[in-house]
């Protein structure tokens, strides 16, 4: 799965932060769940986010400096 270029459209426009569901997002990016679902595996995939399972919910994190190495290309 190809990473997207670009962060998905209007995910950050009013800084949701912790607890944001893959529901919501998909909702603010008029993107199905099922994609949204896709473009977070395909990051899981390629190490620039982590999950961790707490009950029946993940919680997914950013891996430290790899978004930023990739700013500085």
Known sequence: MDVP???LPGAGA???GPGIRVRDIADRCLLTERAVQRIIAGLEQTDYLSHERRGR???YSV???KLFAVLLR
């Open 14 to 16: 009013d800084r949701p």
């Open 5 to 7: 270029d670009q962060p």
């Open 57 to 59: 919910t993940n919680h």
């Open 63 to 65: 891996i430290d400096g």
